[in-house]
């Protein structure tokens, strides 16, 4: 056979074996999500099942157990409060909603692990999301597998899942209300009302879950309506939208008004104000001191902890990143490859929400001044799908590059390169871009890669000393109060406001020490740290007397004190 027969033939195989191979992928893909979502949920509840001070220590922060012990009261018959006296609306009500049950349960230790199993469980149903919002936006399951792989895999967003905080049911309302909006931007003009009283109600449990997520609804809705707007259709179906959801958040607002006093969140009020408020009150409050602190604060969130959440570890510069991403999205732009128009249109529908989402960032650090790590968890949305995007995309540049060797060769030698078929390009460009990921944010990395609360490791084990030092009727304040509440079995007291008003309003106005009396406070107990945070801040000279401390750190050790006499 000549050179031009054994091309032909090699080139029929391919093909014949390319569509064989097409239906064999199509086949294994739903078997391969399934194992993902398997594997990770056993990491997730591996992770939730961990001894409690490993736990307080790498993964549960003391706000989590703001959750735990209000729901405690909630369930026992003592309201939404902390302390048993102040009603609160500090905390998103979807996932204290979703927790409650389990704190109706005795042992307190089982309670936080089932808290955090469901966590774990809604971190793991998020996987399937993500691989079919990916599949959408591309048409490539295998893209769709490489993304929803992050996503399950990545140890901070496992970590994320089982924080306690409302993060992991944030993660999965905010992939769903993703996963409509591209079924109804991709489906046209033709939307039926259904559809749109749908995206109102997820939309609505999206920001009971996570509140400054309502900006991501507000984002989606807008694309809608300007879009009907510009096409010269009615407005109907946005605004169906927006009035299904006000409706599902409504009681909401009205209880926290008629309890509070106020349809904002009392964690949105105190937290990081107070910093900021001591900030300005120390360097000549002004506006240009304000926008110069708050433009450092966003590009510190933005070029720095953004990308150190999920795509570079701490030990490494950021710089590299948005290099390699400046030339990928550039390179998308630019380059005249046959996926361009595709992957241009993915990145265009995921930008939607992601607008909203930035916003709230933005939001956060160059106004309020205060970002929690938790705060970025709903990113890993948008990082895994984009992860997926640009996957989808590589292995179109691959096809291309071999499209243009096969147009190259003309001899036997060429035979190879022709009978490549697709699917082995794309396992060879999935399967690299796995092991690269894998390599550095699959799930052996340490959790010394993650931020920690090194502070809280000896908080639970103070109960003893507490059950054997204090009374029963003891009263006790802390700023980071979570923990004491809920392990110490006493009246614990929130001071820095995160769930107590009345305590950010004596912050704020730096009278704590009055408020402790009038709350007949009888120990203050927290870590070093939280006595020198703010010139407001209770004093160790002025205004407490230390009876113990256990540790050495001046920051992480426990202090226990007793308010002065007046």
Sequence with gaps: MNEAGVAQ???????????????LVRLLTPAALVALTIIGLGLRLQKAWEDMTTLVVNTVPDDSFYYFQIARNIMHGHGATLDGETVTNGFHPLWMATVLPFFAIDDRHLSVHLALSLGGVLGALTVPLIFDIIRRLTGSGLAGLLGAGFFALHPAIATYAVNGLETSIAMFTLAAFCWLFVIMARS????????????????ALMTLARVDTALVFVAVVAFFAVGDWRSSRSLQGPVVAAGTAFVVVLPWLVWSWAATGSPMQDSAIAGGTVFRDSYLAANEDGLGLRIEHGWDEMRNTVYRLLPWQFMVTFQHRV?????????????????PTRRRTETLSGFGLLAVPFAGL??????????????????????AVFAACGIGVIAFWVEGVVLDVR????????????????????????????????VLLMMRYGPQKESADLYGYPWQRDLPG??????????????????????????????????????????????????????????????????????????????LEQDLDQVTEFGADRFLKLIVAVPKNP
């Design 9 to 23: 033939s090699g080139s029929e195989g391919a093909v014949r074996s390319g569509a064989e191979s097409d239906v």
């Design 188 to 203: 046209g003009s033709k939307r039926a009302t259904r559809t749109y009283v749908a995206l109102g109600v997820i939309g």
């Design 319 to 335: 710089w590299p990143f948005w290099v390699a991403a400046m030339a990928t999205f550039s390179a998308i732009a630019l380059l």
């Design 358 to 379: 930035f916003a709230a960032l933005l939001y956060e650090s160059g106004i309020r001044w205060f970002v929690r790590t938790w705060y970025y968890a709903p990113y």
């Design 403 to 434: 499209d243009w060797l096969v147009k190259q060769s003309t001899s036997a030698d060429g035979v190879l390169v022709r009978a490549m078929p697709k699917w082995l390009v794309a396992a060879g460009v999935y399967g690299i871009l796995a």
């Design 462 to 539: 103070m109960s003893s000393w507490v059950a054997a030092n204090t009374t029963s009727e003891a009263r006790i304040a802390a700023y980071n109060a979570g923990i004491p509440a809920y392990f110490w079995n006493r009246t614990v007291v929130n001071l820095d406001g995160v769930v107590n008003r009345d305590a950010y309003e004596a912050l704020a106005d730096c009278d704590t020490r009055s408020y402790i009396r009038e709350k007949d406070i009888d120990y203050v107990i927290d870590s070093g740290g939280q006595f020198f945070l703010t010139e407001c801040a209770l004093s």
